[in-house]
């Protein structure tokens, strides 16, 4: 049981992570520049919204908008644990 309490908690720093990693990324800095931006997605032919890029796109735009609060609130939460309980 304790393992797998610890591979949960693994898991669960890692997507933290990841979710923090696409909610910084700025769409003129970076992502207009590697072709991933909202502008780039409106200049393509044809319907592209069945292209897995479309949905990568809209995927970290709806991170960005939706999860920017509780993502301040679940990471201050996971540094009060960390500093108080240490890993």
């Known amino acids: 049981m304790a393992v797998f ?24 800095r970076f992502l207009a520049r590697i072709g991933m931006g909202q502008t780039s997605q409106q200049q393509q032919f044809g319907d592209p919204s069945n292209s897995i890029r479309y949905k990568i796109i809209n995927l970290m735009s709806a991170i960005r908008t939706l999860l ?7 990471n201050i939460i996971v540094i009060v644990y960390e500093l108080l309980l240490g890993s």
């Open 68 to 74: 920017r609060f509780p993502l301040v609130a679940i």
């Open 5 to 28: 309490l610890l591979n949960f908690g693994t898991l669960f720093y890692v997507i933290l992570l990841f979710i923090n990693a696409i909610a910084v990324l700025h769409e003129e």
